[in-house]
Every structure is written in structure tokens, then in C-alpha cells.
Nanobody, 128 residues
Framework: QGQVVESGGGLVQAGGSLRLSCTASGLALGDYAMGWFRQPPGKEREGVSFISKNGGITYYADSVKGRFTTSRDNFKNTLYLQMNSLKPEDTAMYYC?????????????????????WGQGTQVTVSS
């Protein structure tokens, strides 16, 4: 079974930037719509962003809109999350996941049940 692996997390000061990557083994990410999720300490996992198979459609959580950008390079089999203007409340474990359906919509993209292959996560810590 294919796996996805996140990388790029780290410690950054408030106002800084990070770029997360999600790569895959045993599956072609271009065959899937993808999502980024995060789980802050002591809280439930929440949807951050969604991107369609060809990258033409993206959705974002209100809390990250205008600061985060998700993109993909299907030739490199890689998904990205560019995070700018980071805030302490962005501190979380960040996960990428493949969507179980060909396409998700605004009403459904943040539901964890719509995704199947999940990575182990990469930690992002934003200091104030």
C-alpha cells in the first residue's frame, strides 16, 4: 500500500515562513486530490487546505486564508504547503492525506473521513 511522508516542519518565529512538502512512495499523488490537516496540542485535527488533482481548485480554512498556499508538482510526486506570516496558533503537527474520492467540495473537504492515506506528520512550532 502506498504511503505519504511529510517534511519541512521546524521551529520558526512569529511572522516567519515555512514550506512543508508531502511526497509519496508506492502511489502517484497526481491520481489523488489532496488535503493538509493539522492537530494543535490538546486539540482535534482540523483541515487546513485542499487541492484538486490538477491543482486548479483549492480550498482553505478561514484561519489560514491569505497566509497559506497549497500547490503540487505531479511530475515530482510532491505536494506543498507554503506558510507565511506564521502565528503561535499555527503550532501543530501537520499532515497530508489523499482524498478517497476524485473530488471534494467546500462542504466536505475538511472531513477526515474523506481521506485515506495519511502521513506521520511533521511538527511546526511558532514562537512568539
Amino acid at each position: 500500500q502506498g504511503q505519504v511522508v511529510e517534511s519541512g516542519g521546524g521551529l520558526v518565529q512569529a511572522g516567519g515562513s515555512l514550506r512543508l512538502s508531502c511526497t509519496a512512495s508506492g502511489l502517484a499523488l497526481g491520481d489523488y486530490a489532496m488535503g493538509w490537516f493539522r492537530q494543535p496540542p490538546g486539540k482535534e485535527r482540523e483541515g487546513v487546505s485542499f487541492i484538486s488533482k490538477n491543482g486548479g481548485i483549492t480550498y482553505y480554512a478561514d484561519s489560514v486564508k491569505g497566509r497559506f498556499t497549497t500547490s503540487r508538482d505531479n511530475f515530482k510526486n510532491t505536494l506543498y504547503l507554503q506558510m507565511n506570516s506564521l502565528k503561535p496558533e499555527d503550532t501543530a503537527m501537520y499532515y497530508c492525506a489523499t482524498a478517497a474520492r476524485p473530488m471534494l467540495y467546500r462542504a466536505t473537504w475538511q472531513a477526515e473521513g474523506e481521506y485515506n492515506a495519511w502521513g506521520q506528520g511533521t511538527q511546526v512550532t511558532v514562537s512568539s
